[in-house]
């Protein structure tokens, strides 16, 4: 079975974990990053016998709007729903406030998963985080 829970800062390294697994990448995440993302309070993992399968990591944003740093689900896991539910987990604790996503023009299944729950693409931005020449569009979910 596999639970939702807010993670803590004792989760990190298997966040991180699931990070590069996910990102291919060594350095996805600064060795302190999910650490530090856990404590502003915006951010919740999946476990399936105590192993985290899948994570949510936001921040609150200066305007008052949530801004959704990534959300990932192990490749085994993908697929099942679990991704919705960290999402309304994550919406439901929020409240009524806006939220942002920054998602690659060429992840379908992102892009699907936000419109499923209510986001639309407000513009687009040529590599936004300034690494990977990568197009995102800039997701945005109004106060409900
Ligand atoms: C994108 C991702 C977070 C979705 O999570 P998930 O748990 O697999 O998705 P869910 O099972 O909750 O699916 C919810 C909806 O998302 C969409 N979706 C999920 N996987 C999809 C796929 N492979 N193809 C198309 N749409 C997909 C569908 O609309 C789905 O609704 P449906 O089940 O009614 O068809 C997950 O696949 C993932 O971790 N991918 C790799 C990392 C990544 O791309 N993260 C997003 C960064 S912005």
Known sequence: MVSISKAKVSDAPGIRKL?????REKET?????DGYIIRFEYAFVAKEKNKIIGAILAMKTANDEVYVE???ISPKWQHQGIGKRLYETLL??????????????????????????GFRG????KNPFGVVSATHFLMRREKK
Request: net charge negative; with cysteine.
């Open 70 to 72: 990534d959300i990932i």
């Open 29 to 33: 995440t600064g060795k302190y990053e």
């Open 92 to 117: 439901a604790y929020c409240g009524n406030i806006p939220i942002l996503a920054l998602v690659d023009t060429k992840n379908e299944a992102s892009i699907q998963l936000h419109k499923e729950l």
């Open 122 to 125: 407000t513009k687009k931005l």
């Open 19 to 23: 990070e590069q697994q996910i990102w």
